[in-house]
């Protein structure tokens, strides 16, 4: 009798062992909502990485990347007391993840091709556009690491004279000439832009009928606001209106042209063209630089 005892619960024993290890393998995934890590830039010495403002949210897809489903699809996910949370669990599925801000643009996304923008517009070179990708799972602390960067370029100038030292200068105005400010993000290219015609042309800086910007003597100044432009080849010109002085005399106008900035912008990339008017041309000099997130 004591051997049939010592037989049956030999058998239950085994039976819970096998129990257990199905149910342990059917939960190997973490039962939990898809959190994010959002940073700006990567961790190198030419582009440091900061981490996202709390203030702010970015829209998410996610695709399954054994299905080739859409899990998520363009959520905004926003910063809480519980960090930055999807609202949708994890799946079995290990996922592709494509982000962007700001979450007003009217982004579409492809489970091939990933984001898609068209026809975006940056004439006011006031709008800045992040976007991130990356791989995670469940087994993966369930956080998603999200690295955003730049698409766009940005553009800056400033300016200095190489006058003589009885003489003084002051801009007036300037104005970049053709250069595209329309196009088409990630639809022919993976990552690439399509821009349409150079017909566009942006100013700088304008007095607007006021005294303008004296460039003093020995200084380099910046002129007007930084703004975003696409990426794209640019041959745009340059045209610059100023006026100079002998000692105290009256300001006489000028204009001076730079046929071509010769420059070809690159996402992520910051430009600084410094001008330098002499007495026989105004010539220019390009800057170029990682973002600095900072």
């Given at each position: 009798?004591?051997?049939?005892?010592?037989?049956?619960?030999?058998m239950v024993?085994?039976?819970?062992?096998?129990?257990?290890?199905c149910?342990?393998?059917?939960?190997?995934?973490?039962?939990?909502?898809?959190?994010?890590?959002?940073?700006?830039?990567?961790?190198?010495?030419?582009?440091?990485?900061?981490?996202?403002?709390?203030?702010?949210?970015?829209?998410?897809?996610?695709?399954?990347?054994?299905?080739?489903?859409?899990y998520?699809?363009?959520?905004?996910?926003?910063?809480s007391?519980?960090?930055?949370?999807?609202?949708?669990?994890?799946?079995?599925?290990?996922?592709?993840?494509?982000?962007?801000w700001?979450?007003?643009?009217?982004?579409?996304?492809?489970?091939?091709?990933?984001?898609?923008?068209?026809?975006?517009?940056?004439?006011?070179?006031?709008?800045?556009?992040?976007?991130?990708?990356?791989y995670?799972?469940?087994?993966?602390?369930?956080?998603?690491?999200?690295?955003?960067?730049?698409?766009?370029?940005?553009?800056?100038?400033?300016?200095?004279?190489?006058?003589?030292?009885?003489?003084?200068?002051?801009?007036?105005?300037?104005?970049?000439?053709?250069?595209?400010?329309?196009g088409?993000?990630?639809?022919?290219?993976?990552?690439?832009?399509?821009?349409?015609?150079?017909?566009?042309?942006y100013?700088?800086?304008?007095?607007?009928?006021?005294?303008?910007?004296?460039?003093?003597?020995?200084?380099?100044?910046?002129?007007?606001?930084?703004?975003?432009?696409?990426?794209?080849?640019?041959?745009?010109?340059?045209?610059?209106?100023?006026?100079?002085?002998?000692?105290?005399?009256?300001?006489?106008?000028?204009?001076?042209?730079?046929?071509s900035?010769?420059?070809?912008?690159?996402?992520?990339?910051?430009?600084?063209?410094?001008l330098n008017?002499?007495?026989?041309?105004?010539?220019?000099?390009?800057?170029?630089?990682?973002?600095?997130?900072?």
């Amino acid at each position: 009798m004591m051997k049939r005892n010592i037989y049956i619960i030999g058998m239950v024993v085994a039976s819970l062992m096998l129990l257990t290890g199905c149910v342990k393998e059917d939960v190997t995934w973490s039962i939990a909502n898809i959190a994010f890590r959002p940073l700006i830039g990567n961790d190198t010495r030419a582009m440091e990485s900061v981490p996202f403002p709390d203030d702010q949210s970015f829209n998410v897809w996610s695709v399954s990347e054994t299905t080739g489903e859409t899990y998520l699809e363009g959520e905004t996910i926003s910063f809480s007391s519980d960090g930055w949370m999807s609202s949708k669990l994890w799946t079995f599925d290990g996922m592709y993840f494509d982000a962007f801000w700001p979450t007003d643009l009217p982004m579409e996304h492809s489970p091939v091709d990933g984001l898609q923008l068209w026809g975006f517009d940056c004439s006011d070179g006031d709008v800045d556009i992040l976007v991130a990708s990356a791989y995670g799972n469940s087994e993966q602390d369930d956080v998603v690491i999200l690295r955003f960067d730049h698409i766009l370029s940005r553009v800056e100038f400033r300016m200095l004279h190489s006058l003589p030292d009885d003489m003084s200068m002051r801009v007036k105005n300037i104005r970049m000439v053709g250069f595209a400010a329309v196009g088409d993000y990630n639809t022919t290219k993976k990552g690439d832009w399509e821009t349409a015609e150079n017909d566009f042309s942006y100013v700088v800086y304008d007095a607007a009928g006021g005294e303008g910007i004296e460039i003093e003597a020995g200084t380099t100044q910046y002129i007007g606001e930084e703004f975003y432009v696409i990426p794209q080849p640019c041959v745009a010109s340059l045209e610059v209106e100023y006026e100079v002085r002998y000692g105290t005399a009256n300001w006489i106008p000028q204009t001076e042209t730079i046929r071509s900035l010769s420059t070809y912008w690159e996402p992520g990339k910051h430009y600084t063209y410094t001008l330098n008017l002499r007495l026989d041309k105004l010539t220019h000099t390009t800057g170029i630089s990682s973002w600095n997130n900072r």
